[in-house]
Structures are given as C-alpha cells and as structure tokens.
C-alpha cells in the first residue's frame, strides 16, 4: 500500500499512455518535470513551517498546538515576562510562551496557552545560526570582522597548504588567514555572525571539510554542510547560563526561523507538553 497518494492536473499531452498494453501504468513524458516540481513544492511548504503551524487535527496526537496571536514585541524587545503573568493578563501566548526556567544549562522550561514547553537550547540556536549564515551567503556572502588581535594557531603542513589552496574560499566563508610559517596560521578574521565563536576550533572544523571535499566543486556541492559545521560554533553551548531575556529571545527567535523544530543534524529542537498531558502523568481529575 503507498504511503500517501498525489492528486495531481496537468496537461494530457505529458502523459504517456501507451507505456503499458492493458493500461495498467502510465508515464510521464518528461519526468524530471514532475520531480522538480514536487521537490520543490514540499521543500518550501516544509521549510515554512514553524513553531505554531500546526493545525487541530495534530493536537490530537500530541503534537504542538495551533498558533495563537503574537505581540507585536520580539526578541530582546519582549523583555522578561512569565507565561503565568501573561496568561492571568489574559493577554495573546506566542507559540512558545515565555521561559520560566532553565534546566541543568541545557533545557529551556517556558510555559504558553496549551501547557509546558521544553526546548534543547543549543540545538535550537545552531538551527537559527545556520539558518542566517545560508540566507547571507545567497544573499551577499558572509560578511567578516577583524579580530582586534590576530590569534595564531599550529597545523600541518597539510592544513597549512590546504588554507594557502582555498584561500579564496576562506573569504567567501568570512575568514581571513595568513600563512606565518609552514605549520603556522594567523587568523585575522572571522565570520561577523559568529564573532562570539572560538576562532580556532572554528577554522579547525573548516579546514577538516575542506580537506574531505578537495576540489572547489565538491565544496560549492557540499556547501551547506560547511556551514552547518560553522553554525556549531555559533550557538549556544551547553552549561551556558541564560538570562530570561535571552531565552525568551530565543524562543521568538525559534518562531520566526524556517525549520525550527529539528536541529541541522535532524533531531527535534522542543516539544510540548499539554496540560491533559501533564494531568496524566500526576492522576489529576481520577
């Protein structure tokens, strides 16, 4: 039995229909057509969805609620509030409410219309991070900031040569080095959107995929993996304490960035936790 079926129009003309004696199956005349057109369908309804987007039918199985109205404020702006002050306001929860804790340096606890919110914080920053650095590079590339002081770093001659290869590369990715020796770099710049980032893990991890992609088509190929290499480095670490304010930048962040529900590496960034959920686990209303 398929897994799902598509009901789909299109012109008679690009269908064959003689592929098979009896009629059983049909073909399409030219069907890398319907692929690409399929592709790139589902890509974009499936890169649009974000914290909120769901609809009744999914609250059913457990699944986030349905989006409810936003306040105007975002990010920063929204200042610290918590979920239980707004919702004796009886004011409008974003998708996922206000934070009201974090956990052990790595979970943030937020609470908003449908009940409890939990959030793996750095899984969900290296989503918006690596969200930002593919728009900048489609856009303008990425743009770098000088380090106020040069940091120097020991490699191979190998990784040495391959930054000498790549140099180009390097700039496009917002990263300046310069060869001091033959097992010495100087990293004079980096990318601005990770400029809190580590500088040498950073252009350690680039080097790594560079050397694995070789050619400058096998990297333009495997592009966006690089870059979700370099978002790693500018997320959020575990341990990190956050203030309010941060996390609940964070989660506007979360509502306004495509993919936001799972982390590059395709692991799920929160879930939620409904109130008839949370009633259950504790035997409240038997």
């Known amino acids: 039995?398929?897994?799902?079926?598509?009901?789909?129009?299109?012109?008679?003309?690009?269908?064959?229909?003689?592929?098979?004696?009896?009629?059983?199956?049909?073909?399409?005349?030219?069907?890398?057509?319907?692929?690409?057109?399929?592709?790139?369908?589902?890509?974009?309804?499936?890169?649009?969805?974000?914290?909120?987007?769901?609809?009744?039918?999914?609250?059913?199985?457990?699944?986030?609620?349905?989006?409810?109205?936003q306040p105007a404020v975002s990010g920063l702006d929204a200042g610290v509030f918590s979920g239980q002050q707004r919702m004796?306001?009886?004011?409008?929860?974003?998708?996922?409410?206000?934070?009201?804790?974090?956990?052990?340096?790595?979970?943030?606890?937020?609470?908003?219309?449908?009940?409890?919110v939990i959030v793996d914080m750095h899984a969900a920053h290296e989503r918006i991070t690596y969200e930002r650095l593919k728009q900048a590079m489609d856009q303008e590339g990425l743009r770098s900031q000088p380090l106020l002081v040069p940091a120097s770093m020991a490699v191979s001659q190998r990784e040495a040569d391959?930054?000498?290869?790549?140099?180009?590369?390097?700039?496009?990715?917002?990263?300046?080095?310069?060869?001091m020796?033959?097992?010495?770099?100087?990293?004079?710049?980096?990318?601005?959107?990770?400029?809190?980032?580590?500088?040498?893990?950073?252009?350690?991890?680039?080097?790594?995929?560079?050397?694995?992609?070789?050619?400058?088509?096998?990297?333009?190929?495997?592009?966006?993996?690089?870059?979700?290499t370099m978002a790693c480095h500018g997320s959020v670490r575990a341990n990190r304490r956050l203030t309010l304010a941060e996390m609940n930048a964070l989660l506007r962040d979360m509502e306004q960035t495509e993919r936001s529900g799972q982390c590059n590496h395709g692991r799920p960034t929160w879930t939620q936790l409904s109130m008839t959920e949370l009633d259950k686990l504790f035997m409240r209303g038997r």
């Not at 009896?22 to 692929?35: A, S």
């Not at 340096?105 to 219309?113: D, L, M, P, R, T």
């Not at 500088?199 to 790594?208: F, K, Y």
């Open 181 to 228: 020796g033959p097992e010495t770099l100087a990293i004079r710049e980096v990318p601005s959107l990770l400029r809190q980032a580590d500088a040498e893990p950073l252009v350690r991890d680039v080097l790594s995929d560079l050397l694995e992609y070789g050619s400058s088509d096998r990297i333009q190929a495997h592009l966006n993996e690089l870059l979700s």
């Open 1 to 69: 039995h398929p897994t799902f079926v598509l009901f789909m129009e299109l012109d008679p003309a690009v269908v064959d229909v003689n592929v098979h004696p009896t009629k059983h199956e049909v073909r399409f005349r030219d069907g890398r057509m319907v692929h690409d057109f399929l592709f790139s369908t589902l890509y974009r309804a499936l890169a649009d969805q974000r914290p909120g987007d769901q609809g009744d039918d999914d609250q059913a199985s457990g699944q986030p609620p349905s989006p409810v109205s």
């Open 88 to 116: 004796v306001l009886n004011e409008d929860v974003p998708p996922l409410g206000y934070a009201v804790a974090q956990m052990h340096g790595v979970f943030i606890i937020a609470e908003n219309a449908a009940g409890m």
């Open 162 to 179: 391959c930054a000498d290869e790549h140099a180009a590369w390097f700039q496009k990715l917002g990263m300046s080095l310069q060869r």
